[in-house]
């Protein structure tokens, strides 16, 4: 397989190659894979963990994973997608082994539903400013249970019903810590550096 051409992940044909290269336990292809997602995924590994070193071990044990569940690929829809989704479950399950997933099952009706509006528009403006490193680190403060919520549905896009069926609490308690790290955010904003830079 010629590596030299930069390789386009949503062309079904090479990705499909590759799939099986990787498959058949060929290294050059394991290591193309790993270093076209390395960058992207340790960012997310990073962002549910809070922690280099513990994003560096999460997203390890997640191209083990993601090698060893490559058969199950069926070359379908985004194979960024199906990578990612993994290694966010690996960060969950991490996070859940550690027992630092507390997340608050009393659901306050009252928080449900805020929305960005809690920020002032100027506030927004700033926030909006940052460069992704710097909500990344606005972000890492908040607890590991509002986190791993604001994550899942600001960043990943998931559905409230779906992080429920994930963390395993209802879609109301995923409203509600949603909320709540929407408000602690707006906290950890203001008592930030970059709200006068």
Known sequence: MNWQSSINWSDRDKVGRIVKSCLNGDRLSQKVLYEAFYGKMF???LRYTGDYYEAQDVLHDGFIKIYSKLESFKNMG??????RRIIVNNAIDYIKQRNRLFLNHIEDKRLENIEDAYFKESELEKLNELKANQVMELIQKLSPAYRT?????VIEEYSHKEIAEILNISI????????KAKIRLREIFKESKFRNE
Not at 149 to 153: A, D, E, G, P, T
């Open 78 to 83: 985004s194979f960024e997608g199906w990578i």
């Open 43 to 45: 960012a997310v590994c």
């Open 149 to 153: 919520v604001f994550n899942l549905y």
């Open 172 to 179: 109301g308690t995923s409203k509600s810590n949603l909320a």
